[in-house]
T-cell receptor
């Protein structure tokens, strides 16, 4: 068990460019979550997958954001036409399917800076 | 709806003295509650969780928390602070997922920055 990994760890981009982040969950965890954390705030939920199905999306996930998990394993989060307000830490988490109360395991995050 | 309020944005203690980080929650059903810790440049790590079993929950590194339904609180404590405890702490409540499944999104508080003085 190598934990949740995310790539890249840091990304600097210019406003208007597209960026894509990758998350590899803990193997055999069929639930995968994306969160966004801005400075001085707690993480905020973006979206969640069970296997390849995207089951819930936050209103924070505007039309410029899209997430996929095509084979139920790794996931990608794409932001199109980035804006300065997109600068944040993007966190991925995974958990197994089980009864309520099982914790989510977080990756180290991808820090996005939009200049 | 679920929400969490962390009552202190910053807490400072001296090494060896007790730690108290306060958290109140709001939930429309019996919640699952967690405390996570975030050290600089590191990922979120689970300290402890409450899932409707014992109301006093013990976690890693000597931390514990008590679930008090009547007060809707889940305060985090440690008898004796260590320098390595300096970090950001998040109180978290779980939501329900769609389509009848159980665990869904997590709702985080704004965090409490713990400073430990030598």
């Amino acid at each position: 068990d190598t934990g949740v990994s995310q790539d890249p760890r840091h990304k600097i981009t210019k406003r208007g460019q597209n960026v894509t982040f990758r998350c590899d969950p803990i193997s055999e965890h069929n639930r995968l979550y994306w969160y966004r954390q801005t400075l001085g705030q707690g993480p905020e939920f973006l979206t969640y997958f069970q296997n390849e199905a995207q089951l819930e999306k936050s209103r924070l996930l505007s039309d410029r954001f899209s997430a996929e998990r095509p084979k139920g394993s790794f996931s990608t989060l794409e932001i199109q036409r980035t804006e300065q307000g997109d600068s944040a830490m993007y966190l991925c988490a995974s958990s197994p399917t089980s009864s309520r109360g099982i914790e989510q395991y977080f990756g180290p995050g991808t820090r996005l800076t939009v200049t | 709806a679920q929400s969490v309020t962390q009552l202190d944005s910053h807490v400072s203690v001296s090494e060896g003295t007790p730690v108290l980080l306060r958290c109140n929650y709001s939930s429309s059903y019996s919640p699952s509650l967690f405390w996570y810790v975030q050290h600089p440049n590191k990922g979120l790590q689970l300290l402890l969780k409450y899932t409707s079993a014992a109301t006093l929950v013990k976690g890693i590194n000597g931390f514990e928390a008590e679930f008090k339904k009547s007060e809707t609180s889940f305060h985090l404590t440690k008898p004796s602070a260590h320098m390595s405890d300096a970090a950001e702490y998040f109180c978290v409540v779980s939501g329900r997922a769609n389509r009848g499944s159980t665990l869904g999104r997590l709702y985080f508080g704004r965090g409490t920055q713990l400073t430990v003085w030598p």
